[in-house]
């Protein structure tokens, strides 16, 4: 019996496996695992999915180093699941680990998806708003849980637009320490004040402090953040209403 089950698991998980692909642009390797047998598969359960992936390559310009998920028990649709793909009844609750390189993360500032969906921040100073409009960004990962970031904004205010570039270091937030912020110097510009810094903290408190992030069908938390050299990985809750076939839907 447990060779039919073992069987089964395996031709859904191929199934899957090869739908998945077929929207990746690029991808080194992919194991995807559906933990159910088949008198479950009637009944519409599984008892979760697995995914780990490396080198893959979602659309031009965005690349993720390795990725691995783990869903728990599922209700899914019988009738295309027995078809190799997932489809979700109800939504369901996941963990997964990504782990993206600084070449990657700074390809992704590059392509055309960020660059589409860059759009101007607009802050209360004092009463009188100030609007950001992001021209470009370079992250480096030197290390030591730190993150640099190189950019260059414009800046609007008082009917002025005038360019302001900039370096930072931070220390994003983990389990076991809150976000710190090392080092902020303009490089450009003839810098910005005391007032419009408070109101730009003040924000980035408020964006951490948001339980949860949602795009498209899902809704994710990030629990921790672990920054090596060349490297930052995501531990991340999720809540997913759909497992998409594509993982191209999820950048659309």
Known sequence: MQDEHNLEEKVLSQGAEMMVSQGLDEVEKIDINVQTDLFKIVQGQADGVSFAGEGLVIQEGIRVQ?????????DINPLSALFGQIELNQPVNAIVRIILTEVDINRTMTSDFVRSRMQNYDLDVDGEIVSFEPQKIQVFLPGDGKIECKGRVLLKEKGNTRPLAY????????????AMLESFNCTEGSGVSIELVTAL?????????????????????IKDIKVEIGSLTLLVETQVKQIPSSLTELFP
């Open 66 to 74: 390795e990725i691995k998920l783990q869903t728990d028990s599922i």
């Open 167 to 178: 370096t930072a270091i931070a220390r994003p937030r983990t389990l076991s320490q809150p």
């Open 201 to 221: 903290m003040q924000k980035v408190k408020e964006l951490m402090n948001l339980p949860y992030f949602k795009w498209e069908d899902i809704a994710f938390s």
